[in-house]
């Protein structure tokens, strides 16, 4: 009996050892199968789509791989966001047979993959990359390839919210009533122009792009200021004089409390005139800006003075609304030959670009002396300066020669000699 059990266990034993290796033997012949029938598709494969052949012959289609990523990219470009990291959408292929645009207006770089078509004429090449491309400010392009018409617009990066909206509200309305897609850039490009492609007309370009122009329009008269066209005020003759009305004004106790707080008067180092006000919301904002001081300067300023020096008396005391007693800012009066003319030709080329409100009326050449929001309260009081203009009315600050007229920043940290910080400076 036992001996027929030994067998028994032997025979199950030596059963399960040969089933266990007809199934590794079948899972090895499988696995091997499946390697010849890959390595059989991916030689066809290549045969069928080499690369070398894949874009750069007309007659030959471009590869799937090419159109799949086109396809992928723009959808990304669409809704602003970049490729999620560590996911490589561009083909596996060396990168001198992509183009990689950088613009360096924007100070980024656009990672838009295009085929370089080695033996294509340059014409097609221009066309093929019209609404993939970094788009053409102003200009409005056909691309006769995928048949749509697009163009670009520059939209300040704090301003793009606007014009996309809560959820893409805004932005979803606006291309459906003009029948376009906006394309945006990816959020870390900041300065890059926005995309505007449709596939029915010219026309619903234009209707676009001109509705976000009086958009931007719109807001710029809403957001806040943050940097200002001045002339320099504080030479020293000045400072000293302004220290003795200072002086004067505090220890005066015929004058009401109201205009003698002296958190209320301007600092010194800072006096200046005031050209007109700018809304600089990036570093575009800021070029244009710069640019437009430089062009404005060197071709109409500098030819008002004819080589004279510009020499400002400052004279007087005056206040912004008419009753005395009731005044937020009090300031000094300033008169020269050319410095009216010289400052509304300024005020009228920043007016041109949009970084600045138009002028409506005429310029109030002024020196903030004493301004009631110098004091940091919720509450904004008023001064009240009647006695102040009767008995100091004629105050005389001197006579300067002023040289430089300067785009000033109203946050941003002193220069040495305590005047506001600049982003451009130029010699008049």
Same mark, same amino acid.
């Given at each position: 009996?036992?001996?027929?059990?030994?067998?028994?266990?032997?025979?199950?034993?030596?059963?399960?050892?040969?089933?266990?290796?007809?199934?590794?033997?079948?899972?090895?012949?499988?696995?091997?199968?499946?390697?010849?029938?890959?390595?059989?598709?991916?030689?066809?494969?290549?045969?069928?789509?080499?690369?070398?052949?894949? &874009?750069?012959?007309?007659?030959?289609?471009?590869? %799937?791989?090419?159109?799949?990523?086109?396809? $992928?990219? @723009?959808?990304? +470009? /669409?809704?602003?966001?970049?490729?999620?990291?560590?996911?490589?959408?561009?083909?596996?292929?060396?990168?001198?047979?992509?183009?990689?645009?950088?613009?360096?207006?924007?100070?980024?770089?656009?990672?838009?993959?295009?085929?370089?078509?080695?033996?294509?004429?340059?014409?097609?090449?221009?066309?093929?990359?019209?609404?993939?491309?970094?788009?053409?400010?102003?200009?409005?392009?056909?691309?006769?390839?995928?048949?749509?018409?697009?163009?670009?617009?520059?939209?300040?990066?704090?301003?793009?919210?606007?014009?996309?909206?809560?959820?893409?509200?805004?932005?979803?309305?606006?291309?459906?009533?003009?029948? &376009?897609?906006?394309?945006?850039?990816?959020?870390? %490009?900041?300065?890059?122009?926005?995309?505007? $492609?449709? @596939?029915?007309? +010219? /026309?619903?370009?234009?209707?676009?792009?001109?509705?976000?122009?009086?958009?931007?329009?719109?807001?710029?008269?809403?957001?806040?200021?943050?940097?200002?066209?001045?002339?320099?005020?504080?030479?020293?003759?000045?400072?000293?004089?302004?220290?003795?009305?200072?002086?004067?004004?505090?220890?005066?106790?015929?004058?009401?409390?109201?205009?003698?707080?002296?958190?209320?008067?301007?600092?010194?180092?800072?006096?200046?005139?005031?050209?007109?006000?700018?809304?600089?919301?990036?570093?575009?904002?800021?070029?244009?800006?710069?640019?437009?001081?430089?062009?404005?300067?060197?071709?109409?300023?500098?030819?008002?003075?004819?080589?004279?020096?510009?020499?400002?008396?400052?004279?007087?005391?005056?206040?912004?609304?008419?009753?005395?007693?009731?005044?937020?800012?009090?300031?000094?009066?300033?008169?020269?030959?050319?410095?009216?003319?010289?400052?509304?030709?300024?005020?009228?080329?920043?007016?041109?670009?949009?970084?600045?409100?138009?002028?409506?009326?005429?310029?109030?050449?002024?020196?903030?002396?004493?301004?009631?929001?110098?004091?940091?309260?919720?509450?904004?009081?008023?001064?009240?300066?009647?006695?102040?203009?009767?008995?100091?009315?004629?105050?005389?600050?001197?006579?300067?020669?002023?040289?430089?007229?300067?785009?000033?920043?109203?946050?941003?940290?002193?220069?040495?000699?305590?005047?506001?910080?600049?982003?451009?400076?130029?010699?008049?």
């Amino acid at each position: 009996m036992r001996t027929l059990i030994s067998v028994y266990r032997s025979v199950r034993l030596t059963a399960r050892a040969l089933v266990k290796r007809a199934i590794t033997c079948s899972c090895t012949h499988n696995s091997a199968i499946k390697r010849r029938m890959s390595e059989v598709s991916a030689s066809q494969r290549s045969e069928e789509l080499p690369y070398s052949k894949s &874009c750069t012959s007309q007659k030959k289609p471009i590869s %799937k791989a090419c159109g799949i990523q086109g396809e $992928v990219t @723009s959808d990304l +470009q /669409e809704i602003g966001e970049t490729p999620i990291q560590g996911v490589n959408v561009a083909p596996k292929e060396p990168v001198q047979n992509a183009d990689y645009v950088k613009d360096e207006k924007d100070g980024g770089e656009k990672s838009s993959y295009e085929p370089k078509c080695n033996d294509q004429p340059e014409a097609d090449k221009t066309s093929e990359s019209v609404s993939e491309g970094v788009p053409e400010i102003g200009v409005i392009k056909f691309n006769p390839r995928s048949k749509k018409w697009s163009t670009g617009v520059d939209i300040p990066k704090e301003m793009r919210r606007y014009v996309i909206g809560a959820k893409g509200r805004k932005k979803r309305k606006l291309e459906e009533e003009t029948d &376009c897609r906006l394309i945006f850039p990816s959020r870390h %490009k900041k300065m890059r122009p926005v995309n505007i $492609v449709s @596939s029915k007309s +010219q /026309e619903c370009v234009e209707l676009c792009r001109d509705r976000i122009e009086s958009l931007i329009v719109d807001t710029r008269k809403r957001a806040y200021y943050t940097h200002f066209v001045s002339i320099p005020m504080n030479h020293p003759d000045i400072q000293a004089a302004f220290t003795r009305f200072v002086d004067a004004v505090q220890n005066d106790e015929e004058l009401s409390e109201s205009c003698r707080e002296l958190a209320f008067f301007q600092q010194a180092k800072k006096l200046h005139l005031t050209v007109v006000m700018l809304s600089l919301l990036d570093d575009d904002d800021m070029q244009v800006a710069a640019e437009c001081l430089e062009r404005v300067v060197g071709d109409s300023v500098r030819k008002m003075l004819d080589g004279k020096p510009l020499e400002i008396e400052v004279k007087g005391l005056q206040c912004m609304n008419d009753n005395p007693t009731k005044v937020r800012v009090l300031y000094a009066k300033a008169s020269s030959e050319k410095l009216y003319e010289l400052m509304s030709t300024i005020a009228d080329a920043m007016g041109d670009t949009g970084l600045a409100p138009r002028r409506a009326e005429t310029i109030k050449i002024h020196l903030t002396l004493m301004n009631t929001r110098y004091q940091w309260k919720k509450r904004k009081e008023r001064m009240d300066v009647e006695k102040l203009l009767e008995k100091y009315g004629d105050f005389d600050f001197g006579r300067i020669v002023v040289h430089s007229v300067h785009i000033s920043s109203l946050m941003g940290p002193k220069d040495e000699d305590g005047y506001y910080s600049h982003i451009a400076k130029f010699t008049l």
